[in-house]
């Protein structure tokens, strides 16, 4: 366990490996309930709030380092999750950039004065800090998933417990080291590391954690918040995300954008494209498109930066995915490139004619997959996108605003993105989902004030007396 800023040694250890060689990339603790409850109790007596203004000047500090040291940090990301080492790299200017944003935002975060209509009072709000913040974290983007949850918790002035993907803690264990550099105290921040089963409902449900913010799976959710009862939970659950192509859209745009939105982290994206829906006429020319453009995608080791699509982060994962891909076949699908698999690795697919029923496109597949729906009209289109039970992001290619603006508004997700795919994102706006994808908002801002209480003050108010 990673706490009062150095390494506990563990008489269990668990092995980090590589998922394209299998090598064991390290060796982090098999951490047990005692120990979780030692960490928690301990943070609990120790923290306290630091000022907005030392907060910020933590994590900018954090920001520069990370930048200082993208291309180890790359490197040590790609060896445990299997990601290509031009994504990581791009993965680390985004964590010191989400950094730099809630450096921004912790001095920016202040209440508002309100005269109470009617009487001589004047109300003061002010935001606090919520507590101790659980943070569990998925295994597909091992430094920006932690980054997008640890930075909002700093800038609000909470201290954080972290639990990282058992499958990739080395990043975590590694930022660690550097916001601790940068000036964290160490009673603010934990990272606990071991078995989901074991060390999430720990946390979950223990007395001195006052909210619980976590990605993953809906399943794992639900056991989450039902463990932490009575608490405040944040919950990202994944997506089944559309790229909606009507008739008149800019072609080259929307191939474009299928192909990133469906093979980038080698589709282990909860944001990222899930089912490609082609309106009408439009069809034949924007699957040809995607067949073109994926022959072109190179797969295989991650650490090439010639390759595009990387190992999926296990081989059980892409055994999963290429079933997926053989029922729906079975079920009329045309599998009109790739999807072949060899250990982890699955080669980029392309389907056409696929059921709107099939396992494909109902569940969310973390796979490099671009499954093409056709439909015949708007109204189909909307009701094969509403038809799963996730509701995260969609995007929609068409140069009607009118016709955009229809669909957005009958779309049962938490953002809509015209003439760019689901997988848009910035750390300045709100993100998060409806129906089973999620509870609450993350977005640095929005994430900031999720981890903050609102406390008000009352106090006489004798300027405007009646004569």
């Known amino acids: 366990m990673f706490r009062d800023g150095a390494l506990h040694p563990s008489s269990e250890q668990l092995a980090v490996r590589n998922p394209w060689t299998g090598e064991t990339v390290g060796l982090v603790a098999r951490d047990t309930v005692p120990h979780v409850d030692e960490a928690v109790r301990g943070v609990r007596a120790s923290w306290r709030p630091l000022r907005p203004d030392r907060r910020a000047a933590i994590l900018h500090r954090a ?6 040291r993208s291309g180890d940090l790359a490197d040590l990301i790609s060896r445990e999750s299997g990601v290509c080492i031009g994504e990581t790299l791009r993965e680390t200017e985004r964590a010191a950039t989400n950094l730099v944003v809630a450096a921004t935002e912790a001095e920016r975060l202040r209440g508002e004065s309100i005269p109470v209509p009617g009487q001589d009072r004047l ?35 909470c201290a954080v417990v972290l639990k990282p993907s058992e499958k990739t803690p080395l990043t975590a264990l590694a930022f660690a080291d550097i916001m601790l550099e ?5 009673e603010h921040l934990v990272v606990t590391t071991g078995e989901p089963a074991v060390i999430g409902p720990a946390l979950a449900g223990h007395p001195d954690i006052d909210m619980i913010t976590f990605t993953g799976s809906v399943s794992t959710g639900r056991r989450v918040a039902a463990a932490a009862a009575g608490k405040k939970v944040l919950l990202e659950l994944g997506g089944n995300d559309p790229l909606i192509v009507l008739p008149d859209a800019d072609l080259g745009l929307a ?8 093979f980038a982290t080698a ?4 944001r990222g494209i899930k089912r490609v829906i082609a309106v009408g006429a439009v069809a034949d ?9 994926t022959r072109r995608k190179r797969a295989g080791d991650p650490l090439d930066p010639a390759t595009e699509v990387g190992p999926l982060i296990s081989e059980e994962a892409a055994v999963t995915v290429e079933r997926r891909i053989a029922d729906a076949v079975a079920s009329g699908a045309k599998l009109l490139h790739g999807g072949d698999r060899r250990g982890p690795l699955v080669t980029p697919a392309v389907l056409d004619h696929v059921p709107p029923d099939a396992e494909l496109v109902i569940e969310e ?16 289109a909307i009701r094969v996108a509403n038809g799963t039970r996730y509701g995260l992001q969609a995007g929609v290619v068409t140069s009607d605003v009118a016709e955009f603006s229809a669909i957005a508004a009958a779309l049962r997700v938490g953002a809509v993105n015209l003439n760019a795919g689901p997988h848009f994102d910035s750390p300045h706006i709100p993100f998060g989902g409806v129906k089973s994808s999620g509870i609450g908002r993350e977005g640095i801002p929005y994430s900031i004030r999720e981890m903050s209480t609102i406390k008000t003050v009352t106090l006489p108010y004798p300027l405007h007396r009646e004569s």
């Not at 920001?63 to 200082?68: H, Q």
């Not at 589709?267 to 909860?270: D, E, P, R, V």
């Open 267 to 270: 589709g282990q994206s909860c």
């Open 255 to 262: 191939v474009q954008l299928a192909a990133q939105g469906a």
């Open 182 to 186: 940068a000036g964290l105290p160490p």
């Open 365 to 380: 597949t973390f796979g490099p997959v671009a499954p093409v729906i056709r439909v015949p009209d708007m109204a189909e």
């Open 123 to 157: 109300a003061l709000t002010n935001f606090e800090p919520i507590g101790v913040v659980a943070a569990i974290t998925p295994f597909n983007r091992p430094l920006n998933q932690v980054v997008v949850k640890v930075a909002p918790a700093v800038a609000a002035g």
């Open 285 to 293: 020319d924007l699957v040809a498109g995607l067949v073109e453009q």
């Open 63 to 68: 920001a520069a380092l990370i930048r200082e």
